[in-house]
């Protein structure tokens, strides 16, 4: 198999933009990937100037629509791009990601997949028909220790599940900032550009990810309240879903934008029959395990023993063997994006090679778990205007 980096190429990116930052590391992090063009803003002359200035050189294009055309390939033998990272806002993820597909390009899409669930429909139908990897970049799943979590809660070691508790909350929208043009803000609040939901869509779609990937259970029906305590914001900047899961148990899924000392707090906690996990992203280095009259556990990342007492000794090698440095060296989201990007990485040398390849959702969100926040967005917007009333989710496509 080739050793040659894979060739990346970025749509959306330039002007101050935010998460292109955090995935073009991610990307060089293992040298075995890198960024090799971008289409960086709407206005192409902008998208040109844009990624003459770029750090490092890389090939410029004044629109996605060129660069996917430039790389198109009929089989997965001679394309330029390996795949392309979509970091546009929410109203730009559908265009671009179904003229990918079809020209054969491997995609990395940034959440929420799109802007509804037609359009979700739609990529799902694109990616089985034509096979090609996709990824949906639900960032926190690329921590080592929600990997660890996903696997202490499935193997069954709290018992099985009655409660979870997911949240992501934030303090950052507690103003109007959208008023003041700030370019992240602006888009957020506005349900052209960012969906039906700002909160639920923006943050919890991660809630929901995280809650789905560590238990692997799913909402059956919920109960939502979306409500918009800045006057004016057209959409809600706080998201509260009490949810029904396919075991039987109850979820709290909920987000905000207006919780004041938050600042990205994404956390879990899985209430067991024998135990409770918890863990949150602003300190993602540990987890923490309690047991019924038992003194509480803190499981650190990288000083992990099975066979003490509670982990089992068969603890699977291929998790205790992820790339990772040394306990007391902090990991945190950089490591995380570059363990989802290692993952796809992947997968796309062995669509390259003709090889089968599982998009499982076991390392990264694939296109049906971008199609599910879809749905669950959905679901949440119609409970929330009959004033909470229990609604089912629509079957998986
Ligand atoms: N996974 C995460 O943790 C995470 C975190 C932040 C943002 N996001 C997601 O990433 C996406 C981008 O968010 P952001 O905060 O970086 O936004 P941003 O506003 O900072 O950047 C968006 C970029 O897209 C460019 N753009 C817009 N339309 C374009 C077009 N037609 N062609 C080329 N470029 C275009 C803009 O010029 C800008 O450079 C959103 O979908 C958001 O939900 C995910």
Redesign the pocket.
């Known amino acids: 198999m080739s050793k040659l980096p894979l060739n990346v190429g970025l749509?959306?990116?330039?002007?101050?933009?935010?998460?292109?930052q955090p995935h073009q590391k991610a990307i060089h992090f293992d040298g075995t990937r890198r960024v090799v063009a971008a289409?960086?803003?709407?206005d192409p002359k902008v998208?040109l100037d844009e990624a003459a200035n770029w750090p490092y050189p890389i090939k410029g294009y004044g629109?996605?629509d060129e660069m996917i055309a430039a790389n198109a390939s009929a089989g997965t033998g001679g394309q330029k791009l390996d795949y392309i990272v979509i970091?546009?806002?929410?109203h730009?993820?559908f265009d671009p990601a179904m003229k990918a597909i079809k020209a054969g390009i491997a995609v990395m899409c940034?959440?929420?997949l799109c802007l509804n669930l037609k359009e979700a429909n739609d990529l799902v139908k694109a990616v089985r028909k034509s096979n090609v990897p996709f990824a949906v970049?639900?960032?926190y799943l690329g921590h080592w220790t929600t990997r660890f979590s996903r696997y202490i809660v499935r193997a069954g070691l709290l018992g099985e599940v009655r409660w979870v508790d997911s949240y992501y909350l934030q303090g950052w929208l507690a103003t109007k900032l959208e008023a003041t043009g700030q370019?992240?803000a602006a888009?957020r609040t506005n349900p052209k550009l960012a969906g039906g939901s700002g909160c639920g869509g923006?943050i919890g779609t991660?809630a929901l990810m995280q809650l789905r990937y560590v238990t692997g259970l799913n909402v059956t029906e919920l109960s939502a309240q979306l409500e918009t305590f800045v006057e004016g914001r057209p959409l809600d900047d706080h998201f509260t879903v009490y949810c029904h899961l396919s075991n039987g148990a109850k979820a709290l899924v909920r987000a905000s934008q207006v919780s004041i000392g938050h600042k990205n707090d994404l956390g879990i906690e899985v209430v067991g029959t024998k135990g409770t996990l918890r863990w949150r992203q602003e300190e993602p280095e540990s987890i923490t395990i309690n047991l019924a009259n038992q003194p509480d556990r803190i499981y650190w990342r990288g000083a992990v023993s099975p066979g003490d007492g509670f982990l089992p000794k068969d603890v699977p090698a291929d998790l205790l063997a992820e790339p990772t440095i040394p306990a007391g060296h902090p990991e945190a989201f950089h490591d995380a994006y570059a363990r989802l990007h290692r993952s796809f990485e992947a997968d796309v040398r062995k669509w390259k090679a003709g090889e089968a390849f599982s998009a499982d959702g076991s390392k990264y969100a694939n296109v049906e778990d971008g199609w599910t926040g879809l749905a669950f967005i959905e679901t949440a917007v119609k409970s929330s205007q009959k004033k909470g009333a229990w609604t089912k989710m629509p079957k998986a496509v």
Request: glycine share 12%.
């Open positions: 749509v959306g990116g330039g002007k101050g933009a935010f998460i292109v289409a960086l803003f709407p998208a629109s996605y970091v546009t806002p929410n730009v993820h940034e959440k929420p970049a639900h960032t370019m992240q888009w923006d991660h």
